[in-house]
Every structure is written in C-alpha cells, then in structure tokens.
C-alpha cells in the first residue's frame, strides 16, 4: 500500500533543553526523570497511514495524541525525527509551501466545531475554499455539495446558533470535505456529542469514507469509538505508541498488560468479525458429488451435513445426512438435487454480533462467504463463544486492578 503519511522516529519536547531531552530518552531516561529539563509530549513515533485509510490514534488524557495530530500538519514542528505528508518531509520544506499543503492537502475537523457564528453553514462549509481565492460561484457549489453529503441540504442559510451540537460537527465536517483536500485530521471531532449523536456521526463517517476514500486520521480516548472505526489503531501511552494493529489483532493478542486492561471492557461481539474467528471448513463437497460421497465426507470429518460449493467455490447450500441416506437409497445421482438452500451465510466481514442468529438457527457451524459468495470459512458455536472470552492477558490486567490514567 501506499504510504500517505509517514512518521519516523518523531519525538516532540516542550521546555527549555529540547534536544537534550531528546538525547536522554534517546539513551533510555524515563520521561519523569526529564521534567525539570522539558515535557516530552511524543517519544520516538514511528507510522504509516495508508492512502484511504482510516488510521485511529486513541489514549487517555496526556498520552500525546493531540500533540500527535498537529504534527502531522506542521502546526507543532517535530523536536527530532522527520513527518512526510507524501514526498514533503514538513520540517524541511520552506514556510509558504508549509502554508500551502495545509490549505490544499490537509484539513482539520476539531472538537468544539470552530465555526465563524455570524456566518451562514454555506459561508462556513466555503470558508476554506474562500481562503484559496476560489471564485464565489465555484465555492458555493462546492460548498452545498459537501452539505448534502452530511445531510444539511436545506440549512444553508442558517447561522450555526440555530443549528444543534451534531448538526454544527456537521458543518465543521462539510467544510473539510469541501477544502477536498488528501487527508482529513479529525482531532477528538465527535466527544462534545451525546451519545446517540455521537454513533449517528460515526456512522455517517463510514458511510462517507466507502464513496469518497480520504485518508482519516482519527485521535479519541474512547475506545469503543476507536475500533469501530478504525482501519488500524495506534495506542499511546505517556507519550509512546504501544500498540498498533487492527481491532481483531489489538483485542485478541494485547502487546502489554495496559492494552490489555485498556480492551477488557470492549464488547467483543461489536469489534471482531466472522473472518477473524473462521477456521476452515471440513466437509465441502462439489455439485456433482453422489449422496455416497457426500455420506462417506460427514463420516470421516464426524459431521451431520456437508457445505455443497461450486466450481469457483461458491457456496450453494447444504446436503444433510438424513437426506443423503435417503438419496443413496432412491437411487439420486448427484446431491444438487436434494440441496438445502435455506443456509444461512455471514459475510466475513460481518461482527459476531451478526453470527449469533444464524448459530442458533442452525445444527451446522456457520458458512463464512466472501463479496462473490465464495466459501472462505466456518464459525463453530464454541468457537463463537469462546471469541467472546477475555485472553489470559486480558484477565491478568484485570486482576491487577485499574490504571491510575484518566480519560479526558
């Protein structure tokens, strides 16, 4: 994949004796021993985000993911350490390009909406555009097409007091969407929402994201918002990433005991998906397979039914071994004939809490299938209980008790 953003080895350090602060850490002081020479708000973060990507970073109150996010836009200059946004490397290119790549390739969605109050939402979704020299009539339809995107067709006119809290973060996301820029920084964009408003917001920013394909970075302390949107998630703490990967691969194999007790309350059955608790299906038979054959593949994998897949591997339902039995006895040629076709299939990327109905449904563990409807997997009823319980990891962070951190 192609990298969009690239962090190497980025420290961040305010105070009096940055470098040396840098240096010290470098040769593996703590932080805390280096207060009364500077803070070090980011410690040697190294990342990619890929282009379309949706790359989350999540931590609690003074973990450096608000430092993090403004420099990745030059607004913060890295102490050490170089960021790419592309082929620029920000701490080398000159002022005004800096000042161009963030009117052109970057736009920022903040918490508390930063609109302009005695503009209209028309006004405030141009704004970008209006600071480029874009001519009025070009901006106004960029702006109103940005508008609808976010569902506020009809409320141009309004000013943002008359508008509610999501209905501003509305605004402040049409106005980035407009700047139509490469990468959108969203920096804790949906916390100031009530909660009904808030899972509203997330989902309008995936639904977004599949039609337009902007490479996100997300910064929140909240990590149910976190694996249900990110693509990837970076975990801070105290300055450091500790942890990158996916939802499955944080929740099912934690890098530290703090990641551990950070995902232990995480409602599992809304993050993992059927792919990531499939194992491979053991009784697969082809459509011109006899009732014999499809009787002889149950017995040696001790099964009730077999899956029946076509040539392509598609999944066209299943034969079981009660109606096997009785077409060997008539005499049937080939099982697709005596095909149950009411099997019920997941897509692998469905969530478990997606997997349950169809287990209860069924005798057979439940067919995983692909975007073609290719059989890629099978999700046992143990296995989809046993997904749901916390690794050892996960139950050694527990015991030890709460982290002394607090969300902001």
Do not use: C
């Not at 800096?98 to 052109?104: A, F, K, M, Q, V």
């Not at 319980?389 to 002394?404: H, K, L, V």
Request: charged letters at 25%; hydrophobic letters at 45%; zero cysteines.
């Amino acid at each position: 994949m192609t990298a969009a953003i690239r962090v190497e080895h980025a420290y961040k350090v305010f105070g009096r004796k940055e470098q040396e602060v840098v240096r010290r850490l470098e040769a593996g002081e703590s932080r805390e021993a280096l207060t009364a020479l500077g803070t070090a708000a980011v410690i040697d973060a190294t990342f990619d985000v890929n282009e379309g990507e949706i790359f989350v970073v999540m931590g609690l109150s003074g973990s450096g993911k608000s430092t993090l996010i403004r420099m990745l836009n030059g607004l913060w200059p890295a102490t050490a350490g170089r960021i790419y946004l592309g082929d620029d490397e920000l701490g080398s290119v000159p002022p005004a390009t800096l000042r161009e790549i963030r009117r052109r390739r970057v736009s920022m969605v903040f918490q508390h909406f930063a609109l302009l109050p005695h503009r209209t939402v028309l006004e405030n979704a141009a704004y970008p555009l209006a600071i480029r020299g874009i001519a009025s009539r070009e901006r106004t339809e960029k702006a109103r097409e940005a508008l609808a995107l976010v569902g506020l067709a009809g409320w141009e006119d309004s000013l943002p007091g008359a508008l509610s809290g999501g209905m501003r973060q509305r605004v402040g996301l049409a106005r980035a969407l407009a700047a139509d820029t490469d990468v959108l920084l969203m920096d804790e964009a949906f916390s100031a929402l009530d909660p009904l408003i808030r899972r509203e917001m997330q989902e309008q920013l995936l639904s977004l994201q599949a039609q337009l394909g902007k490479t996100i970075v997300f910064i929140t302390h909240d990590l149910n918002e976190a694996m249900f949107l990110g693509d990837r998630i970076a975990m801070m703490r105290d300055g450091r990433i500790v942890q990158i990967g996916t939802a499955d691969e944080i929740l099912s194999d934690p890098a530290t005991e703090y990641v551990a007790q950070f995902v232990s309350d995480v409602d599992r059955t809304r993050v993992l998906t059927a792919r990531s608790v499939a194992q491979p299906a053991r009784a697969v038979v082809g459509p011109n397979a006899g009732p014999r054959a499809a009787l002889r593949e149950m017995e040696e994998n001790q099964v009730s039914a077999v899956f029946v897949v076509d040539r392509q591997r598609r999944l066209l339902g299943t034969v079981h071994d009660d109606d096997a039995a009785k077409a060997a006895q008539d005499g049937v040629g080939e099982i697709v004939s005596i095909l149950r076709e009411e099997t019920r299939a997941v897509h692998r990327d469905a969530r478990l809490v997606e997997v349950f109905a169809p287990a209860a449904e069924s005798r057979l563990p439940v067919p995983v299938v692909d975007d073609d409807g290719r059989l890629v997997g099978v999700v046992p009823r143990a296995r989809l209980l046993a997904a749901m319980a916390p690794s050892e990891a996960e139950e050694a962070a527990m015991s030890a008790g709460p982290t002394t951190e607090v969300a902001s």
